[in-house]
């Protein structure tokens, strides 16, 4: 791979890239594309890849990895296009599949075809519930280009929106398109994209910096390392963007070290675009540098949170420090620092291209766009899915994710990952958006949801969620390092049968404090999932101290037959 000096030359690699795209799928070969994601490896992705390559051999049949593109429930994902045929998907295909997949026979296991029209017996893809409501601006390539390849990615558009910053539009236009979408941030706070960029654009110290906080620490949400394992061009594209429009002399890329595939083929993207010549100095002879960086956090959650995602970078204890100043001011080495979720920056490229007004027609008034969301709990079509902001909580588990599976009954969704109340029956047919579900307790925040059933009890879940923000706590500071320790303890009280009816108001008062007076976003709604359990499901805790039983009969105190005396 040659560095490309000019815009020229680019455009001429561009034009390959398309040809060499063209003739994959025109040509005389079937092309087989293996969906390999640390999801499907788990499930046997590389061995179906390998089941894949031995047979090819000596047959006109082109076999390639692709990124998982977000349905789990039916990986491993294979994708069969024969020369003059739409292309078919096969879902959950094991290595004793291939020889009949690859065969042409395998009629059990296709799900659908792409494109709009049945083939045979097999239905359109997006007329599954699973794709039928999702709109794929950011995972619109995940499962189609291969993430190691920078010729696929490019075929499908990467870095067009740069060759554009780089040479076409102003940086203050770059701002006006990002501003007029009305992005606001994916990783959990909804703070315009846009608004961010000026202010980093207009800090005068230099030099700058740009950082995509891809820590994703929270459990239950797994979108932006699959966004990483799909289509890590995207991200970069993203980050690359914002350093050229806010003056920014380096880029960072901070990803949580849990995700090793996620790390490998960003740190190959990033590679191979320095190769280009897309990363340096003089970036096709624009006049314009940009540098870069990966870094990758050790697993603390708090790692996440700006301020201390700063010190992380610079190679310092997470921790995170009183605000003002903000990041912008002042952020990595002191310096003005744009932050912005994976999520977020992996919009960018389609705003520039298609501009800021064709963004915000998508979603809802206040909250504009695609959101990403993943789902955990006893569903019947697990996965990540691109949705329209402001799609209805009922809509995404009943069809979207495909209800509950068969002897589970619906309790609860937890929504705002480990930072906010769960919500019940009656609050489905809100909107899925950065307002409607903080108005009833709970929290898109970064897209992550658990769906509960009847036999998980809401003692123990929020035992479970009080204990994570325990654990992930810095110590820093008083109210957050002792407050949840104290919850955490109490809550067992109650678990094992030797509560008292005075705990819930003592909760109560511990979680008004720790929420009052913590210092960082962690511990100011760590005790939110409790409080919002505690009223959603008040009964519930109620049975564990007055009567002495756990209603499910799935924690410590039992259904009544194991139980301690209890109350006060
Ligand atoms: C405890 C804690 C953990 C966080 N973890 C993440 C994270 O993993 N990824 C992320 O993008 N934002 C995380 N945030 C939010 C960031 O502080 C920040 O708002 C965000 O990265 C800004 O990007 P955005 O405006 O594009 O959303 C976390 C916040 C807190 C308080
Ligand atoms: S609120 Fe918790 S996580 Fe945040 S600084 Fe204080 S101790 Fe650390």
């Known amino acids: 791979m040659q560095r490309l000096t000019s815009r020229a030359e680019f455009e001429q690699f561009q034009s390959d890239a398309n040809n060499r795209w063209d003739r994959l799928w025109q040509g005389e070969a079937t092309v087989v594309s293996v969906g390999v994601g640390s999801s499907s490896i788990a499930k046997g992705a590389l061995d179906v890849l390998a089941a894949c390559e031995r047979y090819a051999q000596g047959q006109q049949l082109v076999v390639r990895k692709v990124g998982v593109d977000g349905a789990d429930w039916m990986e491993v994902q294979v994708q069969v296009k024969r020369p003059g045929q739409p292309a078919v998907y096969y879902g959950n295909v094991e290595v004793a599949d291939v020889p009949q997949l690859l065969g042409g026979s395998l009629q059990a296991k296709a799900i659908g075809v792409e494109g709009d029209k049945p083939f045979g017996s097999i239905p359109p893809l997006i007329s599954h519930p699973f794709y039928k409501y999702q709109?794929?601006?950011?995972?619109?390539?995940?499962?189609?280009?291969?993430?190691?390849?920078?010729?696929?990615?490019i075929a499908r558009g990467a870095y067009s929106a740069y060759l554009k910053v780089l040479f076409d539009i102003p940086a203050e236009d770059a701002i006006a398109e990002m501003t007029a979408a009305v992005l606001r941030g994916r990783g959990g706070a909804g703070f315009p994209a846009g608004v961010k960029w000026e202010s980093g654009r207009k800090a005068r110290v230099t030099p700058k910096f740009v950082v995509c906080n891809s820590h994703e620490g929270e459990?239950?949400?797994?979108?932006?390392?699959?966004?990483?394992?799909?289509?890590?061009?995207?991200?970069?594209?993203?980050?690359?963007?914002?350093?050229?429009?806010?003056?920014?002399?380096?880029?960072?890329?901070?990803?949580?070290?849990?995700?090793?595939?996620?790390?490998?083929?960003?740190?190959?993207?990033?590679?191979?675009?320095?190769?280009?010549?897309l990363i340096g100095k003089n970036v096709l002879g624009s006049g314009k540098d940009v540098a870069f960086r990966v870094r990758t956090g050790g697993g603390a959650y708090i790692c996440g949170e700006g301020s201390a995602l700063m010190y992380s970078v610079m190679g310092l204890r997470g921790q995170p420090r009183t605000k003002p100043p903000r990041s912008v001011e002042e952020g990595i080495w002191k310096r003005p620092t744009v932050a912005n979720n994976t999520e977020t920056l992996a919009n960018v490229r389609d705003i520039i291209n298609k501009g800021g007004a064709w963004y915000k027609q998508i979603g809802t008034e206040g909250s504009s766009g695609t959101k990403l969301m993943t789902v955990q709990g006893p569903l019947t079509t697990l996965g990540l899915v691109e949705v329209p902001m402001g799609i209805t909580l009922r809509t995404l588990i009943e069809e979207v994710w495909g209800g509950m599976r068969d002897g589970y009954r619906f309790k609860g969704i937890q929504t705002g990952g480990v930072s906010a109340g769960p919500l019940r029956d009656d609050h489905l047919d809100l909107p899925v958006d950065f307002d409607s579900l903080t108005d009833v307790g709970g929290m898109l925040g970064s897209g992550g949801?658990?769906?509960?059933?009847?036999?998980?009890?809401?003692?123990?879940?929020?035992?479970?969620?009080t204990a994570f923000n325990r654990y992930e706590s810095c110590s820093k500071c008083v109210p957050c390092a002792k407050g949840n320790p104290a919850l955490v303890e109490i809550l067992d009280r109650i678990r094992f049968g030797r509560g008292s009816k005075s705990d819930l108001a003592l909760m109560e008062r511990t979680s008004k404090h720790i929420i009052e007076l913590s210092l960082c976003g962690l511990g100011q709604v760590a005790p939110m999932p409790l409080l919002g359990m505690m009223q959603m499901y008040e009964d519930e805790f109620r049975a564990h101290i007055v009567d002495g039983i756990c209603p499910t009969g799935t924690c410590p105190i039992g259904a009544g037959d194991t139980a301690i005396a209890a109350g006060d």
């Open 449 to 465: 949801f658990v769906v509960f059933d009847e036999n998980v009890c809401s003692v123990d879940f929020a035992r479970y969620l």
């Open 135 to 153: 709109h794929r601006i950011v995972l619109a390539d995940t499962g189609i280009i291969d993430p190691d390849s920078i010729e696929d990615a």
């Open 219 to 277: 459990p239950n949400v797994y979108k932006d390392r699959r966004i990483h394992e799909g289509d890590p061009h995207r991200i970069l594209e993203g980050i690359l963007i914002a350093c050229i429009v806010v003056g920014a002399e380096r880029g960072y890329n901070y990803i949580g070290g849990e995700y090793p595939l996620a790390i490998e083929r960003f740190r190959k993207a990033v590679a191979d675009a320095e190769r280009l010549g």
